[in-house]
Structures are given as C-alpha cells and as structure tokens.
C-alpha cells in the first residue's frame, strides 16, 4: 500500500508536471483582443470653447435624459460651473444641480441653502465651464478598479460594465475630476463615455447636439483633417489638473487659472 | 401606486447623499462615499495584524514573559481575521459580487490583491494553530474515542477533534520538537505577511494620488504601526477581561482543570504579562505618533497647492477630532497613565480602551478627513453618521453595522476558545 507520504510526495510532483504545459500557454487578456478588434485609426477628444458657453444648461438635461440618470437626482454625468471672480481677487464658483436647468440667480449657491450676492460693479469677470469625463489617456479609474469591470477602449473611452461592477467606490476615489459617481438605480459605478453608443454610430454625443452655441465639440485626434483636431493642434488649448499626470482629453479654450 | 412612487423617490437617493452635508463650491458628484465601513476595516485588519504580531514576540523573538499571551492573542488574531473582509462587504454596493475580486482580480488595483494576502495570511494562521493545539487535539480526541457510553454531544465533539488531529496522532517528544520549530518558521513568515496585509490597507489610501489627505508613501507605515498598537491594545484588554472573569470563577468554586487555583496567583501572573506587554505598546505608539507629526510637519514644510485646503481641515475643521480626540485622549493621555509609575489594572483597562480610541480616531481622520475636503480644493464635505437607521443603507454604513462588526469578533472568539482553548490547558509551547 501506498503510505501517506509517498502519496503527497508523488501527488506535489503530479501538480508540478501538470502545470509546466500549462505555463507554456500564455494567459490571454480580454484587452488584447478588444484593441485587436478595435479600430485604431479612431482616438475620440473633446473640445470646449469655454467663451461660447452662457451656463444654459441644456447640455446637462439632454445628457440626463439620453443616458438615463434619474432626472431629480443629485448625480450628472456632465455639469457646468459658473465662476465669478471679484475685483479683489476672491473667486466664487457654483454649479446648483449640476446646472441642469442653467442658473436661475444672479447669487452664488455656497452650499446647505446659502447663498452670497456679488455686486455687479465688483465683478471683475465672470465666465461659464462645462465639465465632463476626460477620458483620460492614463485613466487612475481604471487602474483602480479591483476587478476590471472598468476599462479603456481602443479609441481612448473609459466605459464601464454594470454587470461586472461590485460597487465600491475606489474608481470614484481616485478621479481627480469628480466625474464619477454610482447610479441610483443600478448601484455601480457611473460616468460620461462621450455617448459611446451614439458616436460609435456615426452621431454626436447628446450635450454636443443640444448645445446651441456650439460651445461642445467632439473629434477624432487621429485625423489630422478633423475639424477638432485642427483645433487643438494649431490654437491654445488647456486640459484640466495636468498635474496629476491623467493625460485628459478633454481641452478648453479659454481656460483660466481659477477653474478648478 | 404608493410603492411605486416610493421606489422612484428611492432613485432619487444618491448613494452617499444621506449623511453628506456641502458647504461652498464642491463637484455635483462629490459625496462622502467612503464612510463608517471603510472606517472599520482598516481597524479591524489592524487588530489582526496587531494581535498576530504581538504572539509572534514570544514565538520568534522568544520574548519569555509574553508566553501567556502569545497564544491567547493568536487565537484573537484568527477571530479577528473572520472579521476583517465583513466591513468591505457591508460597504460594496453590489456586495453579492464581492467574490470577483477573488475571481477576476485586476492586479494594477491595490484591492485585487486582498484574496492572495488574505488567504495566504489564514493560512499561516490556521497552521500555526494546528501546531500549536495539535497536542491539544490528539488528547481529547484520544480521551473520547476510549470513552464506552458517549452521548451526543460528546460524539459531535469527538468527530470534531478527530478531523482536527488531521489524522496524526504522534505526540511523542521529538514530534512536539518538531511542531515547535514549525511553529517558530511560520510565525516569523507571518510577520512580514501581517504586516503586508494591513500595509497594504494602508496603500490602498496612500495610493489614491487624487486625494492630496491620502498620498504619502507614509501611509502604510503609519497604518502598520498604528496596527500593531491597536491590536496590542486589544488583546491588553480582552486579556483583563477574560483573567477578570476567571478570578470571579476561582472564588466561586475550584475546577481541577484551571492552571491557576488563587485569585492572588492569577493577579500576579495577569500585572506581570500586562506590564511587559504594554511596554511593547508603548514602543509602537511612540513610532506611529513620530511617523504621523513626521507627515503633518513635511506637509505643512512643503505647501504644495493643496495645503490650503488641507490646513483648513486639519487646525480649522477637523481640529477637534485630530488634535484632542486622536492626539490628545487617545495617544497622550494613554501615554501618562502607562509611564506614572505604581501601575494597576484599573489604569490599564482605561489607558488601553482610549488608545483603542485613539486608533479608530486616526482611521477616522484619514478615511473621512480625507474626504472633508472638496476635489476643488474650494469647498467642504461634513460627514453625519447615521445613528438610527431607517433603511438597509443607513443600516449597512452607518453605526449599527460599525457597532455589530466590532463585537462580532468577540463572539468568535469565545466560540474558538472552546476548540482552542487559551488558558486551562498546559503545554510546552
């Protein structure tokens, strides 16, 4: 009869000859034959002009209602910020509701239902910022994410998968730009992907459409006749909170050094 | 039609809106996500690897007057280690989806590593117990089989220790040599492995280069010192209780079986044990205060653009909670109750359940301070945990479901003791 000893021994040399083929394949990643497949001649941006924007807010409610986020709740995937900067150098910002029915007051919302009113002959300049996923190229989400249920496609849009998500915050964490968030209905983590299944399809994202200023713009960087792409290639342009070394794609005209 | 508007205002509810207040300019996203739960679960790794760290004194370092507590803080330890993913549980969203990490682990995420640390470290622990208790096993599993009427229970038993001898009943002299020197090797590889476990805890915030609170390679330095405290402290403290109650049993009547049989005998042997343990805890208070003013002075040295905000926070808006709750009644008052001479349990008891304060207010203060402050760095978030809760939520995160993991592993513990038992039994080790 076989003694225990020798079984284990002869069982621990089975499991190391078994595994030697089997570290000769190797471990093929999901992202691999997603990049295979994908169209490389395709790396979508966004531009904002930031001297069109009025901080209508239509951007933000065609975005709710196109991408299905509960209408009243305090979540948006795109938002605008008003800044007011006084003549002494004290800035003042907001974005009530995310802008979602544009600003109905002249007064600056400071949060817990306060409000401060700036007197228009202190204003030293006041302007309107859109914001939305940057879907940047070194995206900290989606190196973050414990499980992968958030990833990067080909052409450079952070999505994520709501199947595959187990909601717990971390990709919300380590946005630097606060555009993450959880779904109230699904319960997993939520952004803006600059409608993937709008322009995969050939059309604009929602908030591009409904602007009527034309204050948002979306392109393809990869080619060099796009009219987005002549753009950023050949005026000043901005990103957002370079400093975090996220590569955004998302650029602004007219960016101040006080948008936050 | 009632329910049905509910469950639309039910939508409307943001996860995280309930107990976060804003005030001046913070992102329309911005909530306090990460709260009570995520409060508790570097505390609950850090009495893990803080209660493992300390057996392993007597164990690998030799360190003679820890013996009796070596083992009881071992067995705490594995209690402990039940405990330590229930927090992150209660926390997930989609908490029926936790196993992925284990499954689908993405491994550029500090978290996709928890089922490798975590498992490897059980491991470690539950072997070190076996060879620890396998005496222990063999004995009374010998004991039942020979007895002739068992009852039920004493066949459930039996069936139970039988398993846990694994099938080796070689208790002779050489064989417990060996289980000792076993035992030795995997305690010194499970220090590292604690370490890494709650380090890693630890790297998870100080890796988030989003939040300016967060990101210092300190932060799992820190969070391994302030661990080990923490779970000195804790065994301290359970280690009283338990003594306590066995002086109480003493005086009511003697069993044959207990290892000290007057209540003065155990009252010697418990100030000692304390004495030389609490001298460890104060070593590992004194590293993690260092490390933490180390942070709060390069920080404020350095003011890069966040200080601001950051300052703000720390003297202004979280003063009371750094400065008095954590500093103050947590780490310098336990500090002077330990160093007056003339030490007694009574002072023991009350410095070691503020310096267990004292810890859960630096997790606080990381977890929930670091998320005061707005990602624009020009507003704030204020945190309400939630006392009474109204929904599964408000229940889940908030101090019900706090309150309920902390006593969950005492519960454990006293269930553990009946397999292993941490004071009546006699052995070499």
Partial sequence: MISRRDFLKNAAKGIVGLSIPLAAIEIISPEKIFASKGDKKVRWVFLVDTYKCVGCGLCVKACKLENEIPYDANVTRTWVERYVIRKDGKVFADTPKGARDGFTTDKIALGEGKYQEIKKEDISQAFFVPKLCNQCENPPCVQVCPVGATYQAPDGVVLVDRKWCIGCGYCIMACPYGVRFFHPVYKTAEKCNFCYHRITKGLKTACVQACPFGARQIGNIKDPDDPVSKIIMTERVGILKEEYGTKPQVYYIGLNKEVR | ?429
């Fill in chain 2, 1 to 429: 039609m009632p329910t049905m508007m509910s469950s639309l205002l039910l939508n409307l509810i943001v996860h995280g809106e309930e107990w976060t207040a804003k005030e001046l300019f913070v992102y329309p996203n911005e909530y306090i996500y990460w709260s009570i739960q995520i409060v508790m679960y570097p505390f609950m790794t850090g009495l893990v690897a803080g209660a493992f760290v300390l057996s392993s004194l007597y164990h690998v370092f030799g360190v003679k007057q820890l013996k009796e507590m070596a083992r009881f803080a071992l067995v705490f330890s594995f209690a402990l280690l039940f405990c330590a993913p229930l927090p992150i549980l209660l926390h997930l969203q989609h908490p029926l989806r936790g196993f992925h990490v284990l499954m689908t682990p993405h491994f550029t995420s500090a978290i996709a590593a928890f089922g490798i640390v975590f498992f490897s470290y059980g491991a470690i622990v539950a072997s070190e117990l076996w060879f620890l208790y396998r005496r222990h096993f063999v004995d009374v599993s010998l004991s039942l089989k020979n007895k002739p009427d068992k009852s039920l229970s004493e066949w459930i038993r039996f069936l139970i220790f039988c398993s846990l001898t694994l099938g080796v009943y070689d208790v002779s002299e050489d064989a417990l040599k060996r289980d000792e020197r076993a035992i030795k090797i995997l305690a010194g590889l499970g220090i590292p492995v604690a370490c890494f476990l709650h380090g890693y805890a630890g790297f998870i915030f100080g890796s988030v280069k989003a939040n300016a609170l967060w990101m210092t390679p300190l932060m799992p330095v820190i969070f391994i010192m302030s661990a080990i405290v923490s779970g000195i402290a804790l065994c301290i403290l359970t280690y009283i209780v338990t003594m306590e109650l066995r002086k109480l049993f003493v005086t009511r009547k003697k069993t044959p079986h207990q290892l000290y049989q007057s209540r003065e005998e155990i009252k010697s042997v418990e100030l000692n044990v304390i004495k030389m343990t609490s001298r460890y805890l104060l070593f590992f208070l004194i590293a993690a205060i260092s490390l933490e003013l180390l942070d709060l002075v390069f920080r404020g040295y350095t003011a890069v653009k966040s200080w601001d905000v950051l300052r703000s926070v720390i003297y202004g808006k979280d003063f009371t909670n750094i400065f008095i709750l954590q500093y103050g009644v947590g780490n310098l008052i336990p500090f002077l109750l330990f160093l007056t001479p003339g030490l007694t349990i009574r002072r023991v008891v009350l410095g070691v359940i503020l310096v267990l304060f004292g810890v859960f207010m630096m997790r606080w203060n990381v977890v929930i301070g670091g998320q005061a402050f707005s990602l624009t760095f020009s507003g704030y978030m204020h945190y309400h945990l939630p006392i009474i809760p109204h929904n599964l939520e408000t229940f889940k995160e908030g101090f019900a479901g706090a309150a309920s993991i902390f006593l969950l592993p005492f519960l454990l513990f006293w269930l553990m003791s009946k397999i292993f038992p941490v004071f009546s039994y006699k052995t070499e080790h």
